[in-house]
Nanobody, 116 residues
Framework: VQLVESGGGLVQPGGSLRLSCAAS????????MRWYRQTAGKERGLVAS????????YYADSVKGRFTISRDDAKNTAYPQMSSLNAEDTAVYYC??????????WGQGTQVTVSS
């Protein structure tokens, strides 16, 4: 089982970035996909999630209107599209796959830095 995040990097304030989470080793389409982020000294916090088949999405208040989560079950990949980024969005972003009664899977994380 693997979740591999990519797409992180340095972006200027106000800019956009799209992360990817490529999954393998499990039935991706059956899992809810979540994105968390974590900064030094703070707990990992849920940013956004999308249920299987994209039926329902959730966004933390801090990113609502700026982030859009999506998934492509044909490619076993989940994406958060992030726009209007600011310094408070700087963090390590992790993807997470969850399904009731199944193991919980995590990626290794990708760093996003918003700075001029």
């Amino acid at each position: 089982v693997q979740l591999v995040e990519s797409g992180g990097g340095l972006v200027q304030p106000g800019g956009s970035l799209r992360l990817s989470c490529a999954a393998s080793g499990f039935t991706f389409s059956r899992y809810t996909m979540r994105w968390y982020r974590q900064t030094a000294g703070k707990e990992r916090g849920l940013v956004a999630s999308i249920t299987s088949a994209g039926g329902s999405t959730y966004y933390a208040d801090s990113v609502k209107g700026r982030f859009t989560i999506s998934r492509d079950d044909a490619k076993n990949t989940a994406y958060p599209q992030m726009s209007s980024l600011n310094a408070e969005d700087t963090a390590v972003y992790y993807c997470n796959a969850v399904r009731p009664g199944s193991l919980n899977y995590w990626g290794q994380g990708t760093q996003v830095t918003v700075s001029s």
